[in-house]
Nanobody, 115 residues
Framework: VQLQASGGGLVQPGGSLRLSCVASGSISSFNAVAWYRQGPGSQRESIATIFTASGNTVYVDSVKGRFTISRDNAKNSVYLQMNNLKPDDTAVYYC?????????WGQGTLVTVSS
């Protein structure tokens, strides 16, 4: 499985960004799709997940109400809409999928929130 993430950049606090991840396979063939992030000096953390069979989503508390994960099966794509961004959201964001419950990772895309 190959994953190509894009959409990172520099944004001011309170701004928005939309990250995209295109998979080499069908989204519906994966157990789950997710976004992780790793901030400076921090461990990589899961921030948003969609379980593809049920459509259920899970968010880490720090992004609830601000970030939305979504998918487009026709485009084999997963998105992360990020609103009301804060400096603490500065991190490298990674796309992740589980296929047969084995993880696959895309390259990261850097999001910097700064005035």
């Amino acid at each position: 499985v190959q994953l190509q993430a894009s959409g990172g950049g520099l944004v001011q606090p309170g701004g928005s960004l939309r990250l995209s991840c295109v998979a080499s396979g069908s989204i519906s063939s994966f157990n789950a799709v997710a976004w992780y992030r790793q901030g400076p000096g921090s461990q990589r953390e899961s921030i948003a997940t969609i379980f593809t069979a049920s459509g259920n989503t899970v968010y880490v508390d720090s992004v609830k109400g601000r970030f939305t994960i979504s998918r487009d099966n026709a485009k084999n794509s997963v998105y992360l809409q990020m609103n009301n961004l804060k400096p603490d959201d500065t991190a490298v964001y990674y796309c992740n999928v589980l296929r047969n419950w084995k993880p696959y990772w895309g390259q990261g895309t850097l999001v910097t929130v700064s005035s």
